[in-house]
């Protein structure tokens, strides 16, 4: 009924982050080795969208120094950088994926915590099938704090997708992750800057 | 002519007894509206220039409602190449190629005749299709051009617009002259005939656009059949088809970054999920019906008999 008279009104919320389900992913990873033969490349990428108002240097400033003391404060390896499309990114470097998970939760619970859990967008795992090739063919599963749903995204050259490997792993995702049902909703992230 | 593809006689038929039982409805139709003693030129003339319009202008309609534009070999090389070397295999005049942008993997083909016919595809399809796969699908759209498609369901289509135009007339006349304002028997008569009109006009309505509709399959089917068959790939056809009309057509092609300024950010749209109208209503075979023709074909093509 407020859903209703929301939608009357026309005073819809910002939909709150959801972390938690982020949890899963550790046991996901083993699924997805064992069953699709992908490993997790040790990085994973936060993406969320700079406000862009008055304090915009501010908010910079706040997400800077909150950074900084993840990194020195919880030893995150991680850096920043903005992509083309004007969001920004947080990648973190972290070998083993239980660990991994926890740094992108916390980097994540922070932006929250400052306020920013509107502006989140997504984190992306990523995953490859043969670690040692020099070309090797990545896999990501995206993270969607809106939804807490998970969806594969494995992108091939010229702005493609591997959409039959993508609902093949939709199968095998789903013993131990929520993954996206709604398949409209698994948009590309090309040029991902995670490996 | 030898090929190695043997003809397919049942499909043939079905289109024929299609074909008959439209043109039988349609004298039966003529002859009903003859026997309760009406003209109905005006309303011949009204479905004539109507349908007129829609077959002279069918390439510049069909372009505008889907926001696709013409592009030049420039914009577009490899896609004109394509249409090149499959009008060169298939012997017809290349027809204009156009592009719409949007992400839903599509692709028609219109105009009146093979001169003025255009080809379209989405850029959705262009980005979900291999090279082989797109080629296919243009190797049909060629087919639905050679078959001169359009101007045969125009035709085919013809008694059905003017049953249509015929009730929602004798429904105005009834509503706003009245039917009579009772005085003596010839007004009850009057009423009765335009009843009568609107009635068989209904039925009429109806039969013709099931038969229209099963018409449009079996064009369908039929221009499954060629492409496949002039690009000796049935495979390629079967799975774009696949790609394009299963699960994987849901999955987008527009990244997130640049969707999620007017999806994601605020709401959580449910979406209904879609109905489909029983096949009976469908313009388009079901995939399996058309996939099972194509391996059928496939399997002629490795075994010819």
Redesign the interface.
Same mark, same amino acid.
């Given at each position: 009924m407020t859903k209703f008279f929301d939608a009357l009104l026309g005073r819809s919320k910002p939909v709150p982050a959801r972390l938690d389900a982020l949890f899963g992913l550790p046991s996901a990873a083993i699924t997805l080795q064992t069953e699709a033969g992908l490993v997790p490349t040790g990085q994973a990428g936060v993406c969320f969208k700079p406000v862009a108002d008055a304090s915009f240097a501010e908010v910079q400033g706040d997400i800077s120094k909150l950074l900084t003391m993840l990194k020195e404060q919880q030893e995150i390896k991680l850096e920043e950088l903005d992509d083309k499309l004007g969001y920004h990114w947080v990648i973190i470097t972290e070998p083993d994926i239980g660990e991994l998970v926890t740094n992108v939760h916390a980097v994540n619970a922070g932006l929250e915590d400052a306020g920013y859990g509107p502006q989140l967008l997504c984190s992306v795992f990523g995953f490859t099938s043969a670690p040692d090739n020099p070309k090797p063919q990545h896999a990501y599963l995206v993270y969607l704090f809106k939804r807490g749903s998970f969806y594969p995204f494995i992108p091939l050259d010229g702005e493609k997708r591997d959409n039959v490997a993508e609902l093949h792993l939709k199968g095998i995702l789903a013993k131990d992750l929520k993954v996206e049902e709604d398949l409209q909703r698994w948009f590309p992230i090309w040029g991902v800057p995670v490996s | 002519m030898s090929t190695r593809y043997p003809k397919d006689p049942g499909l043939t038929a079905r289109m024929t007894v299609t074909i008959f039982l439209l043109g039988l409805l349609y004298v039966a139709f003529i002859g009903a509206l003859l026997a309760v003693g009406v003209s109905y030129t005006v309303v011949i003339v009204i479905a004539g220039a109507l349908l007129f319009a829609q077959y002279f202008f069918s390439d510049k309609i069909a372009l505008f409602s889907m926001h696709a534009r013409v592009v030049s070999e420039q914009e577009a090389p490899e896609l004109h190449a394509m249409v090149d070397r499959l009008c060169a295999l298939a012997d017809m005049p290349k027809p204009k190629v156009g592009i719409a942008e949007s992400d839903v993997p599509n692709a028609f083909a219109t105009g009146r005749s093979p001169r003025a016919a255009v080809v379209c595809v989405t850029r959705g399809i262009m980005?979900?299709l291999d090279y082989q796969e797109l080629e296919a699908v243009l190797s049909h759209e060629l087919s639905h051009v050679a078959h001169r498609d359009v101007a045969v369901m125009t035709i085919a289509s013809f008694l059905g617009v003017l049953a249509g135009l015929i009730t929602r007339f004798t429904l105005y006349a009834g509503m706003f002259g009245g039917y009579g304002g009772g005085r003596d028997n010839d007004n009850n008569n009057g009423a009765a005939a335009v009843l009568g009109i609107m009635l068989i006009s209904i039925i009429v309505y109806a039969i013709s656009f099931l038969l229209t509709r099963a018409l449009s399959r079996y064009r369908e089917l039929s221009a499954d059949r060629s492409g496949a068959i002039l690009i000796g790939a049935p495979a390629a056809l079967a799975s774009a088809l696949t790609?394009v009309t299963g =699960?994987?057509s849901?999955?987008?092609?527009?990244?997130?970054?640049?969707?999620?300024a007017f999806n994601?950010?605020?709401? =959580?749209p449910a979406?209904a999920k879609g109905f489909s109208l029983s096949s009976l209503f469908s313009t388009h075979p079901p995939l399996e019906k058309r996939l099972e023709q194509l391996a059928r074909l496939e399997e002629q093509m490795r075994h010819p008999a």
């Open positions: - | 980005r979900r790609k =699960a994987m849901q999955i987008p092609t527009r990244d997130l970054r640049s969707a999620e994601a950010f605020f709401f =959580a979406f």
